[in-house]
């Protein structure tokens, strides 16, 4: 049976994150990865969650406190692009998550860019540890999504083959853009 991309997605967090690691959610949105991330670090742990929009860091803050994860998540209300301000080592992050696109059910004229995108990748791909993932589900049925959807494809197609694995999985006979994901492993 194929998993839909987003569901493919959790499946290789399940097996990139274990309990005591640190992960980012570089787009916490409505707070489902964060939440996914959360279980799977535990509460030795470190999520560390950004967003622009205090609408998606509200959101998420309640799904974290609500579901008793708040030990283990730290969240940012900032953009992505500036993950470089934590101070994180080189090599100790098991994953970093992106969702392109706007906010579901919020303001659809807030959108993520390629400036920023391909800044914040930039930033992580350092970080990640061997072995670590860094998962981009990419939505670009929306104004800026073509555009952006472009820009990181040929970034992620440019990287050295002998540092990474990069893998696009998504449906190709689906009408309206259908999102797909973009795997990047650290060899």
């Not at 839909?4 to 290789?12: Q, T, V």
């Not at 303001?107 to 930033?123: G, H, N, Q, R, V």
């Amino acid at each position: 049976m194929l998993e839909s991309a987003l569901n493919y997605s959790h499946s290789l967090l399940d097996k990139a994150v274990s309990s005591g690691d640190i992960a980012i959610d570089a787009t916490v949105g409505n707070g489902h990865d964060t939440i996914k991330l959360a279980h799977l670090v535990g509460s030795s742990g470190r999520v560390i969650g950004f967003d622009i929009q205090p609408q998606a860091i509200d959101t998420t803050l309640k799904k974290v406190t609500d579901a008793g994860l708040e030990e283990q998540v730290y969240l940012h209300h900032l953009g992505h692009e500036q993950v470089d301000s934590l101070s994180l080592e080189p090599n100790s992050v098991s994953a970093v998550v992106f969702n392109l696109g706007y906010l579901p059910r919020g303001d659809k004229s807030i959108i993520t860019t390629p400036s920023t995108t391909l800044d914040a990748i930039a930033k992580c791909l350092p970080l990640l540890k061997k072995g670590g993932v860094l998962l981009v589900m990419v939505y670009y049925g929306h104004e800026g999504g073509e555009r952006e959807k472009n820009s990181v494809l040929t970034f992620v197609e440019s990287l050295p083959q002998k540092s990474f694995n990069v893998l696009q999985y998504g449906f190709i006979n689906q009408i309206n853009s259908p999102p797909f994901l973009l795997a990047v492993e650290k060899k």
